[in-house]
């Protein structure tokens, strides 16, 4: 096997697939299931149990004030209310990501956006599940047509608009923890300002 080229352009994650010597669900959840599988690895085998996740997508919606939209929920596992980016899950099958955020922008902090592009893609705990999120940059912001019905932790959804550069500071002085937010707000800056 020879290792990757470490020049900016090969620099990459590597695809990578050793045989499924098992594969059964250890625990069944009412969102997602906890997979156990034997695999064979090196001259041996490994045994892993990971979350199986359905992906998700993130917003980074930007205004004419150079502010970002955050929200802030509670999340139970972690028992804090995180600043956080609006977000969901791509739980409806064969829909595209972008629809995806567009729906979640829309749900979770009632805005809609003219301009979409894709940001940057991360696998969020790659030790733990196999979530693969994907953040958008949405620019042209607007008001929703109706308010979306929230309930449970989303019905107390704090939403702030907050100058980029100050949730770029919140991150970097570990003020705010979430790494959703962290990737997106450091995508969008560091695009700013390579352009």
Do not use: C
Not at 33 to 43: F, H, P, Q, T
Not at 55 to 72: E, K, N, S, T, Y
């Amino acid at each position: 096997m020879t290792s990757p080229d470490p020049s900016r352009e090969g620099l990459r994650d590597e695809p990578f697939e050793p045989e499924v010597l098992s594969s059964e669900i250890g625990f069944r959840g009412a969102v997602w299931n906890v997979l156990d599988e034997r695999v064979a690895y090196g001259d041996g085998e490994i045994r892993r149990q990971y979350v199986a996740h359905t992906g998700a997508v993130a917003v980074v919606a930007i205004d004419d004030q150079d502010r970002v939209l955050l929200i802030q929920q509670y999340r139970h596992p972690i028992r804090h209310r995180d600043w956080e980016l609006p977000a969901g899950l791509l739980d409806i099958p064969g829909e595209d990501p972008m629809v995806a955020a567009q729906r979640e922008l829309a749900e979770e902090a009632d805005i809609t956006a003219e301009h979409w592009e894709h940001l940057v893609s991360s696998w969020t705990t790659p030790g733990g599940n196999d979530e693969m999120i994907h953040v958008y940059l949405a620019t042209g912001i607007g008001a929703a047509a109706a308010a979306h019905a929230r309930e449970d932790e989303e019905a107390d959804i704090r939403v702030e608009w907050v100058p980029l550069a100050d949730a770029v500071e919140a991150v970097l002085e570990g003020r705010m923890h979430n790494g959703i937010l962290s990737i997106g707000v450091l995508a969008a800056a560091t695009k700013r300002d390579r352009r």
